[in-house]
């Protein structure tokens, strides 16, 4: 009788498995070059030997869907055991109403500069590879990044220290930034007067203003290094400034050359109270000649 009614039950294959928990997760955007594809693998063995996490934190390597599968092996094999995914970043596809057969603004004769910062600006918040792993916060690096010992005691690496925190950033640059913050200051204020907005962080506000003032450039982040909140920064109103900074009128990021890491020290003036922004760079971390082999 069992086994008879057995073959009159039915099952639903189609339903979906349950999210992953929500975890800190660590993303490089990495280039098909021999040189990239080598600092990567360094930086990931760094990443084992002084992040405490157990290798429990998930590696995104978005890409162009130009490494081939042994590149990937090789990437995957400098981790004994965290998880590594390769996510595709299309790199062909431009804002609407944004021509780039038309424009002349590009360097080298290519947009790629371009790309990268707008996918870090508004394109990897909600990127499905994201989505799907549940991505909480967002360690990034570059390919030359390293960790070079220990963490402090009492530091999150790769996640974020408290609960309010939505930035954790690397050193705060005032460079001779002028000809590639044409315009975006002036349309941040534009912005800000159109929604009625007020800096939630005054003192990184003035601190803008005043050397825009004064000398027509603006402060960045060196982002080759920070950890950002996911849900802060796909936030609707973070991300309507995100969206019109990069992909509407006037196209800065295209036009100007508008850096993710001045766009991400100006969005945080506006959006993110001080409490919510850790200035100081991990004493671990280390980029470019720092890095052994590199």
């Known amino acids: 009788q069992y086994n008879r009614s057995l073959r009159h039950l039915t099952f639903d294959t189609s339903a979906k498995k349950p999210p992953p928990a929500p975890t800190p997760c660590i993303a490089l955007l990495l280039a098909n070059a021999p040189k990239d594809v080598h600092n990567s693998i360094l930086a990931i063995k760094s990443i084992d030997e002084y992040i405490k996490d157990d290798s429990a934190t998930p590696l995104l390597v978005f890409q162009e869907g130009d490494l081939s599968s042994e590149t990937k092996q090789r990437i995957i094999s400098a981790s004994l055991n965290r998880e590594i995914n390769f996510p595709y970043v299309d790199f062909s596809s431009y804002p609407s109403g944004f021509d780039p057969l038309g ?33 909480e916060s967002i360690m990034r690096l570059d390919a030359d990044s390293c960790f070079l010992k220990h963490m402090d005691v009492g530091d999150a690496l790769p996640g974020l220290k408290w609960d309010n925190e939505v930035y954790r950033a690397n050193k705060m640059q005032k460079d001779n930034s002028a000809p590639f913050v044409k315009g975006l200051f002036q349309f941040t204020q534009l912005y800000m007067e159109t929604k009625s907005l007020k800096p939630r962080n005054k003192d990184m506000w003035e601190t803008a203003n005043t050397l825009f003032q004064t000398t027509g450039r603006m402060p960045s982040f060196s982002t080759d290094f920070e950890i950002c909140n996911v849900s802060f920064f796909a936030r609707e109103d973070v991300m309507d400034y995100q969206m019109a900074i990069a992909d509407q009128q006037p196209f800065g990021v295209f036009r100007e050359s508008w850096s993710d890491g001045h766009v991400r020290f100006i969005t945080l003036a506006v959006f993110a109270e001080p409490s919510m922004v850790d200035l100081n760079t991990p004493s671990s971390y280390g980029h470019g000649w720092r890095c052994p082999g590199i």
């Open 103 to 135: 424009e002349t603004n590009n360097i080298n004769g290519t947009w790629g500069h371009q790309q990268v910062s707008r996918f870090w600006i508004n394109q990897l918040w909600t990127h499905d590879a994201v989505r799907d792993r549940n991505c």
